[in-house]
């Protein structure tokens, strides 16, 4: 089977109503679809929270960096990992078919892969609940981490990656930004803290010579001066002191379906997602 069908059949398991609470059994569905599918590569582990006195549950799989070598017996060991997180609710009355099924499809595909062919550097794929209520999953993820004084190479936040329209303006901006980048939404987006700017650069040229086009731009002071760059699971990590970005499509600013009923797999551009997934795997590798 090949990278399209795969990604395609994601979808087809995880675009329905999954909202924690109006849509329990959409999102109880999904949850346990995400966990087999990364159950095929490792431990999965739970990380739970409450929220108003319902369980939630954050979903983990660790994979190891690529083996030491017999002679020094370094390469990768000991290295923090990446973290490459994706949320998996939904909003009422929408079967988010770009919010975020399509980041959690990527973020399946890159754990095969990654198992496959360890990178430099460990990976954390995390599987976020209660995006949609203000990242709270995240939120008490990054969090824990910083309590515990745990290290991260990177946070990677793959939030709506699949919406593409070539029109002329058909992209829109925070006002200002419209001066510094293209007017068509064709392109996938990368927004880091300061912190990153080198792994903004290294992973938008290696996604752009997969053949997808690509924009990055820096966010500093947690991004409070431009609040549409905290809108996803990146921001709880800024606030944490991480170096955190967001891979997007950039949401509203594009896509006409947003949060409405009408967000389904047939106004996702396939062939587009395909290529940011490609364009991640080679760059990921890369950091």
């Not at 109503?17 to 990364?38: E, K, M, N, T």
């Not at 699971?233 to 955190?244: E, K, M, V």
């Not at 409405?260 to 991640?280: H, M, P, Q």
Request: glycine share 8%; net charge positive; hydrophobic share 35%.
């Amino acid at each position: 089977m090949d990278l399209k069908q795969r990604l395609q059949n994601h979808l087809t398991e995880i675009v329905r109503d999954r909202d924690p609470y109006l849509s329990s059994a959409g999102h109880f569905y999904v949850q346990q679809y995400i966990r087999a599918q990364l159950q095929q590569w490792g431990t999965v582990e739970t990380h739970e929270f409450t929220v108003r006195g319902k369980t939630h549950q954050n979903l983990i799989l660790n994979l190891p960096s690529i083996a030491p070598s017999p002679s020094t017996g370094r390469a990768g060991v000991g290295l923090p990992p990446i973290l490459i997180g994706a949320h998996y609710d939904g909003v009422p009355g929408t079967p988010g078919a770009d919010d975020n099924a399509t980041g959690v499809a990527v973020l399946l595909e890159l754990a095969r892969s990654i198992a496959a062919k360890p990178p430099k550097y460990p990976v954390r794929f995390v599987a976020f609940d209660m995006e949609e209520y203000g990242m709270l999953g995240s939120a008490e993820y990054a969090d824990e981490l910083r309590r515990q004084k745990q290290p991260l190479r990177l946070m990677i936040s793959l939030e709506m990656l699949g919406y593409c329209d070539e029109t002329p303006n058909s992209q829109r901006y925070p006002k200002g930004l419209e001066r510094f980048y293209p007017n068509r939404g064709n392109f996938i987006a990368l927004i880091g803290n300061l912190s990153t700017i080198p792994d903004l650069i290294n992973l938008s040229r290696n996604i752009r010579k997969s053949g997808t086009p690509s924009e990055w731009l820096p966010a500093p002071n947690r991004g409070l001066m431009v609040p549409q760059t905290r809108l996803s699971d990146h921001s709880p990590f800024w606030d944490n002191g991480y170096r955190a970005m967001m891979i997007t499509d950039t949401a509203f600013m594009r896509n006409p379906h947003y949060h409405k009923a009408s967000d389904r797999i047939e106004t996702l551009n396939l062939d587009f997602l395909t290529g940011v997934y490609r364009g991640l795997d080679i760059g990921i590798r890369r950091l």
